[in-house]
C-alpha cells in the first residue's frame, strides 16, 4: 500500500516515515524543505519538494497514493503571533488544495496530525475530547480551522482520523533520526543541547505554581509512540473503519524540574552542577499550571498506549540523538 506523508522531512514527519516503511508501506513524501531536512527523508522514500499548495505537485505525488498522512504545517506558537496570516495560509489555505486534490483522485482517507492547541486554556485537566475548543493563538486557530474543513469534507466521503497532542519529544531508539529545529523553541532539546555544549543556563519559568514541585506540569509523548498511533489510524481507515478525534499523551506529565533532573541525570552531571546551571524566571503570562491530555479513547479504539511512559526513556533517546550529532560536528 502507497501512504503519501506530507511534511515528511520534519521531525514527526521523519520518524513516521521511517516506522511506516520499517512495516512495509510504499511511503512518497512531500515536504518544502523550509522547516525539514532532505537527510532526514528515509532514502527508502520517495521525495517530492515543495508544498501542498502546489496542485501539480501534489496531484503528482498522488498518483497510486491510497491514503495521506498529513504532518505538514508550522508549528511555533510565537511565529503564529507575529505572523498570523502566514499560519493561515500555510495550514489551512494550502492544505485545502492538499484535500481537494485527494478529491480528484478518490483517495478519501486522512490521518491528521492535530495539536492539543485547539482547547485553549483547559477548564478541567485532563482533556476529553468533548472538551470546549477555544484556541488562544493563531497556531491552534489554524489548526482548528484545518479540523473544521475535514469536517465540511467528510459532507464528499473523506474519512479523517485527528489526533490532538502536546509535546512530542525522544528520536528512534538508536539515536539515528530525531528532533533538528532551527531555531529551537522546545524545553527537551534545548536542555540536553545547553547541558551537552555549554555552561548556558536552563531558565524555568516559574516555581510557585499549584502543582507538585511548584514548577509547571506538561503532558510529553515519545515521537516513536505517535508514529505507531498514526500507523494504527491509518490502517483503521484503510480497513474501512470511519474517522475520529483522539488526544495522545502520557496520561500523567512531567514537571519543568523532573525535565530538568532528568536530563541531568541521563547526562551524567551531579545535583550541584544541575543546580548551578538552573535559572528561575518569572512566570510567563498565560501558562497553565497543568496540561494533560486523557488517551483513553484512543486505548479503547486502537488499543493505543505508550510504549515509553517514563521521562527517562523518552530523555535517554533524545540524549543519544544529539551526543549522535554533536560527533558528526566534531568530526
Known sequence: MRVLVTGGAGYIGSITTRALIERGYDVCVIDTLEKGHRWAVDKR???FEGSVGDKDLVMLALQGVDAVMHLAGYIEVGESTRDPERYFHNNVDNAKVLLDCMMACDIKAMVFSSTAAVYGQPKRVPLLEDDELAPINPYGESKLRFEQLLDEYAQKGLRSIRFRYFNVAGAWPDGSLGEAHHPETHLIPNIINAFLTSDKAVHIFGDDYPTKDGTCVRDYIHVCDLARAHIAA???LVAGEPGGIYNLGNGQGFSNREIVHAC???IGLSEREE???????????GDPAVLIASSQRAYERFGWKPQYDQVNDIISHAVLWH???LEKKDN
Open 234 to 236: 491509518l490502517e483503521a
Open 264 to 266: 541531568a541525570h541521563v
Open 45 to 47: 522514500a520517495t521525495f
Open 275 to 285: 543546580a548551578e546551571r538552573v535559572i528561575i524566571d518569572e512566570k510567563r503570562h
Open 323 to 325: 551526543k549522535n550529532q
